[in-house]
């Protein structure tokens, strides 16, 4: 949570559709940070935390199925990260990628090992804020948070939500940081 006085908590909410197959094209939401950021004011947001919450839609409590592949495929993945890049596709975001702020991975692996009764298991992996930026990302621009989804089947053909909650401090930035950063609005 936040962790100091002067810290932020921002929420968005962003929806995306899984096809028949159980796949997602690589999707972007926008969080607007324009009350929050002023290149010329030379004012940014650092980025110190940000959190997903993955989210039925379709009746009961609203808990997302986290056994994402129950059909023919071996594995299911669904990856979710915040950047203040736009990537062509989601297989060229990893935390080395430049300008990534968090990355999120689920996937579900079903092994049968030839044997009647099948076996399942998921792993989710979260590289955040603190573990890439220990100090906070400073934005001046957007944060777009990216969703890609493969062989989740357990969710074919409905729409899913993604809750974002992003933490961060206000931040006056110098000449140095103002270079550096410019390039963001540009890659939007």
Known sequence: MAKSSRDLILRDRLQFD?????DTGLVYGRIDMSDYVNVVKREGLAIKEIRYQIRQTDGGTGVFNPLLGLGSEAFASLKIFATTTAYENATDVGIASPDV???????TVRDNGGAADENFANQWVLFGTPDLHPDGYNIVSDLLVGVSANDITTHSNTTLELDIMVIGEPVKLNEADMTEMLTQAQDL
């Open 18 to 22: 899984v096809n028949a197959s159980g």
């Open 101 to 107: 702020i968090s990355v999120f991975e689920l996937t």
